[in-house]
C-alpha cells in the first residue's frame, strides 16, 4: 500500500446513520440509590425507541477495564477518568452512554463533563437519602461500612458531594416517573426523536 | 424508587438494532505497515454499507485513556490491555471495532483474543516487510530510531512478533485489494451483509 489515505470517518457521519444525539447520561448518587435500576429502566425505553445506547456500570467496568484499581482515593479519581474517557470515545461512536457509578467528588464529574462537549454531558443526580439508601442497603455494604468493615463508605465514612446544578435531578419520584423525566428532557432538547 | 427492576438490554439485543456481528478487528504490524490507512479505508467501505463502526488508533488512545502510559515493556502491555478491554466493550455495545496497533508481542494479542468470543476476535496481519516501512517512515521514526534518539523501537531494537496464524494476512497486496480482501471475509463469515 502506497497512496496514504485520508478519509475520516466521523462522528457527524456516525449520527447520520444512529439518527439520535450521542450523549454521557451520568447518574450519580450514594450507593443504593437506585441509579443502575433507573439506567437500566431508561434503556430498556431508549431501545424500544430504536436508540442505540450502552451502559457502563461496575459489572463491566470493575471486573475488566479497571479491574487493576482499588478503592483509594487515588485509585476511585482513575477509575471515573477512565470511565469518562471510555464514555467520551462511545459517544464519539455515536452512542448514548449511560454511567451509572457513585462518583462522590465533584471535580472528578467536572473532569468528564470537560471532556465532551457543553451539551454532550448530561449529569443526573439520583437524589435519593442516606437514610432510605442504607434501609434498602442491597448488597449490605451500608451493615458492613458502620461496623467499620469497609473503610471510605461514602455517606458514611467518606463525602458524597451532591451535583450543585445538575441537568436532572430525581428526587420524591418513582421510577416510572423518573425515567419519563429523562427521557423527556432527551425528546424536548432533542437528542432522540421518537422512531417507533 | 422501591421496585427493583432487572431489565437488561443485551449485545443480541443491540444486534437486532445494527444489523451486523460485532467484532474486534484487530490490526497489527510495523509502525509505518498501513495499517491506519488500511483501517481507515475498511471503516469507509462499512460506513457506506450502513455498517456501524468504531477505529482506536493512536489519536484517540494516547491522547485519552492511556495518556498516562509512557512506552516502556510494563506500559505498553498495559496500553495494549486497556485496548482490548475498551475493543470488549464496544463489541458489546454491538459495534464493529478496528483497532490498529503495532502490537508486537503476541501475549498481549492473545489476551485481547482470549476477552472475546472465538469469532469475534479477527486478527489482521499488515505484513509490510520492515524495510519498506522504513523507506516510507511517514514519521521519521525509523531514522530516530536508527539513530539511538528512541529507545526499544519495534523492529529496530524491540521485536515484533508476527502472528502464527491471523484471520487475515495482507501481503503483497494494493490498499484497495486489502478492504476487498477483508471485507469479503466479513460478507462469506456473516458479519455483515449488504444493506444498501
Redesign the interface.
Known sequence: ?????????TKE??IK??KQKPCILWFTGLSGS?KS??A??L??KL?KN?N?????DGD?IRH??NS?LGFSSKDRQ?NIR?IG??S???V????IVLSAFISPFRKDREFVRN?VSKDEFIEIFVD?PLSECEKRD?KGLYKKARKGEIKEFTGISSPYEPPLAPEIHIKN???EE?VEKILNYLFTKKYITRKR
Chains 1, 2 share one sequence.
Not at 500500500?1 to 470517518?9: A, E, R, S
Not at 442505540?52 to 457502563?56: A, G
Not at 464519539?92 to 452512542?95: E, F, S, T, W
Open positions: 500500500m502506497v497512496v496514504w489515505h485520508n478519509t475520516k470517518i457521519d456516525r446513520l444512529t437506585g435500576t433507573l437500566n429502566a434503556e430498556e431501545y430504536g442505540l445506547t450502552y451502559l457502563l463491566n475488566g477495564l487493576d482513575e477512565r474517557e471510555v467520551k470515545l462511545f464519539d461512536a455515536g452512542l471532556l435519593t442491597p419520584l418513582s421510577l423518573s
